[in-house]
């Protein structure tokens, strides 16, 4: 089966991938008047996108613009992209959806009522409204380089010849959900070679006693200081999982403990070393430590079996010795939980490959968007902004190739 479809009264775009990148291209072209055919592996689109809503769709950020842009590290590319297209975007784009907002203390925001189901049935309605078409269980399996897209379908081969295509593919994990990097291979096919995929926002493992995992599965860690091997910081929150730790506070730092090191927490980081040493001098003589670390510096719960899970027991009888565990516990980190788990990837389209309307470089009318550029952020919001900020812009342009 083929189809050269007529560009009518617009270009025909075709889009391969439904997630939030690929959705917000199918908006941006088919607002441009172009005639849009989204086609996605799986039997439903943004399974990804509604995975993330499943612990609150945190979509973007009401940070002040430079902070905001400097989640993006020095990468000048994805910032540009980011200043056309940011937070306020973001929310503006939530709003016209009829979707209200929900602003977290810390300035994340979500849709209101968390989930990203509302958000996507509106948003598919609006592409509907516009003619846009998807064709589910479509899987890419070959693209000549130039404008020739062949998928694998249920009803045999569909190949298509559009004026432009818009590549948004997604990352390389979570593969059940259709994030399987295997685009990679057909890109190699084209001569197109892509960077390998790395983690990025991944959990630590650690090997926690029974007693760990059995008393504080799923709780927060929160108020500490973690610092990795080589210096860095981070102040976030972390969640004990069966495997080791998940969460914001971590994945900063997880890139320099992929091979596994050690994690060093501070526990207090309100404290210096000799307020905790003295404070806890002056405990009653004979009390537990339990009870000393409460009274004297409020380490209870979570924190208290860290301290014992982390430090020497001969050391927990000297006062000074505790106050300096508190302030530097060290966790011996087995590695990172592999790439498949991983929230993101970096690697992929390298920017060098692509123009500043993420056209690929020698494949006139061919655009990448989303997690498949190698870019990279921290969880926030920011990484389904820039998702939005590359589909909006390889979308406008696609409509115009
Ligand atoms: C558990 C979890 C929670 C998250 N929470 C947040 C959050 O709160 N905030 C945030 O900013 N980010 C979050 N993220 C990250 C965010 O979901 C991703 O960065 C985002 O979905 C990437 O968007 P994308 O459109 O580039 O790719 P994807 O969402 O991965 O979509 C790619 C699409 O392409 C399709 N596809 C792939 N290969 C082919 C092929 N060969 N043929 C046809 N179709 C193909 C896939 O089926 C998929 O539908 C979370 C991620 C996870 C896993």
């Known amino acids: 089966m083929s189809d050269n479809l007529a560009s ?53 950020h009401t940070e002040e613009q430079s902070a905001f842009l400097g989640r993006y590290g020095d990468d000048p590319r994805v910032r540009l992209l980011v200043e056309g297209f940011g937070g306020d975007d973001v929310r503006r784009f939530m709003a016209e959806l009829g979707i209200p907002e929900h602003i977290g203390t810390t300035g994340r ?34 693209w000549d380089g130039a404008r020739q897209l062949t998928f694998t379908s249920p009803e045999g081969d569909h190949r298509t010849e559009p004026d432009a295509i818009i590549f948004a593919c997604g990352g ?12 990679a291979e057909v890109f190699a096919s084209a001569d197109r070679q892509v960077r390998p995929f790395r983690p990025s926002n991944v959990g630590l493992v650690v090997d926690w006693s029974p007693i760990m995992v059995e008393r504080f599965e799923g709780a927060p860690l929160k108020n500490v200081r973690f610092t ?3 210096g860095e910081q981070s102040r ?26 050690t994690l060093t927490i501070d526990l207090v980081p309100g404290r210096t070393e000799t307020a905790i040493a003295e404070r806890l001098f002056k405990q009653k003589k004979g009390q537990s430590l339990s009870n000393s670390l409460r009274k004297a510096v409020k380490v209870e719960g979570l924190k208290a079996a860290l301290l014992r899970e982390g430090a020497n027991p001969e050391d927990l009888r000297d006062a000074g010795k505790v106050a300096a565990r508190l302030k530097a516990l060290p966790l011996t980190i087995k590695g990172t939980v592999p790439l498949d788990e991983a929230i993101s990837t970096r690697g992929g389209v390298p920017w060098t490959m692509l123009d500043e309307d993420l056209m690929l470089k020698g494949a006139p009318g061919v655009f990448c968007a989303g997690e498949m550029i190698d870019w990279d952020a921290p969880t926030g919001g920011y990484l389904i902004t820039a998702c939005l900020a590359t589909g909006e812009r390889a979308g406008w342009a696609a409509a115009r190739a």
Request: no cysteine; aromatic share 6%.
């Open 236 to 261: 976030g929150e972390a969640v004990i999982t069966k495997r080791g730790l998940e969460s914001g506070g971590i994945y900063p730092l997880a890139a320099s403990l992929e091979n596994g090191g």
């Open 8 to 60: 009518g009264t617009g270009q025909h775009v075709a889009v391969v991938g439904a997630g939030p990148a690929g959705l917000m291209a199918a908006d941006a072209a088919s607002a441009e008047g172009a005639q849009v055919t989204i086609y996605d592996q799986m039997p439903s689109v943004a399974r990804k996108f509604l995975m993330a809503g499943k612990s609150g769709l945190n979509i973007t």
């Open 172 to 183: 390389g994990s979570w593969r059940r959900l259709g994030s399987d990097g295997a685009w």
């Open 109 to 142: 925001v979500f849709p209101s009522m968390m989930k990203a189901s509302p958000l996507l049935r509106a948003w598919l309605s609006r592409l509907a409204d516009r003619g846009v078409e998807v064709r589910t269980r479509h899987r890419l399996n070959a």
């Open 228 to 230: 990795s091997p080589d």
